[in-house]
């Protein structure tokens, strides 16, 4: 039976009493040892939400127990039990990477000795080792970013917390840090993931929430919310510069999809995937790529916004 780490009842954030609510009535579980998601795009309230859940902002009304806690009331106790990578980057520059994190690790709690060894382990892991003696603003974004990643892992909190941990990364420092953070999980931590990307939250999350202004469109393993676009797949077209103009009237008729810069998306049911790919052929010479793809969670997404893409 899965254990809640987080019961979050009826919570909103309202950031001014003119503007919409950032968070819009979110109610959900979040279980121990799981790695759970929050997947939407821009302004969705995604880190408004992380920002509550550790503490950094009070929920205008509804009530967030961890552990069992109220921690609304006592916003004091997520400080023992909770680390977070945030999403901006305000660390203090002058300081060395390293001693950043045995820092970190003695302020949780740790011998020097072991805030070192683990502060020695993520770098070496995180390939940071030429760094050493670089001042945190002299780092790459990338760099930067695997510190503050780091920062969160060191002394093993039970709860770990990520906004957009991979954004700026590179894909095999991607993938090292996708490992530790499900060995984090395995290790009985309880892991929220916040993402724009795709493939992120089909490859590491156990549950996604689905997030959209401010409310909760779907929560459930990436698997299941997948079932529900399963009849269809996806024509993916990036169209040459002023292609998309000359093919306006074909895209019209196919309520096709904007998904960025020259780029469309026409949801197709299966048995009419080889009749769409033969419609797009005549029209190759307007098209630098199009692809066909099986649905993810994007066409979830997709499918509950009516058509708005959680863009990347
Ligand atoms: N401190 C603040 N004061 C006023 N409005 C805010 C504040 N922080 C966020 N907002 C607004 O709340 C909404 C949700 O923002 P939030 O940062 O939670 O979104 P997000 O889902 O994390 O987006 P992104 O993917 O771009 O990081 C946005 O409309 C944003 O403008
Ligand atoms: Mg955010």
Redesign the pocket.
Known sequence: MAVPAYEVRNLV?R??PD??P??DGLSLDIYQGEIFG?L????????????QLTGL?RPTSGTIRLFGHDVVADPSLIHHWVALQP?GLALPSQEMPRELLVLTGQLRGMTVAAARKQADELIEAFNLGGKLKVPFHRLSGGQRRLISIALALMGDRPVLVF??PTNDLDPEVRRVVWQRIQEGARGGRTVIL?T?NVVEAETVLDRVAI?RR?QILALGTPGELKGRVAGNVRLELLFRPGGDEQAAGWLLERSAIPMGARRYAVIVPRPQAAEAISDVLPRLELLDDFRIVTPNLEDVYLELSGGESIGS
């Open positions: 954030k950031y001014a503007l919409p950032a968070n929050l939407g795009p821009n302004g969705a309230g995604k880190t408004t939400l992380v920002r902002t999403q906004d957009e916040v724009h997030v401010g």
